[in-house]
């Protein structure tokens, strides 16, 4: 599975708005060109962009074909010239492996 994330912040005074933007239009199209949104999570501890946009599809190809429609083009640029701000996308490859000793090692650095 490879992933399709888009990071922003809310516009202040807009959440309410957006939400209704995400509902109704954002989610159902990203779905309908062809990557599935799985998930929306709000950061509370970090920097950076406070919203994430999870989306995951089969294969780069997949994510690609999408992101060069003049459809994913239009809904982004929506997005982002009446929602949000400090807008970032990324792709995330998978690596088949979980980084086990790394993870350990980070998670017992303050004992």
Do not use: C, H
């Not at 490879?2 to 912040?9: C, E, G, L, P, S």
Request: hydrophobic share 40%; glycine share 6%.
């Amino acid at each position: 599975m490879w992933k399709f994330n888009q990071y922003f912040n809310i516009l202040p005074g807009l959440e309410q708005e957006y939400r209704k933007f995400a509902e109704a239009e954002f989610i159902p199209k990203m779905e309908q060109l062809g990557i599935k949104v799985t998930n929306i999570w709000k950061v509370v501890i970090g920097s950076g962009p406070f919203i994430l946009v999870e989306g995951t599809s089969r294969t780069i190809e997949e994510i690609a074909k999408t992101i060069d429609t003049d459809e994913y083009r239009m809904l982004t640029r929506t997005l982002k010239s009446k929602y949000v701000m400090d807008y970032q996308s990324r792709i995330l490859a998978p690596t088949r492996r979980v980084e086990l000793p790394y993870f350990i090692k980070g998670l017992t650095a303050g004992l």
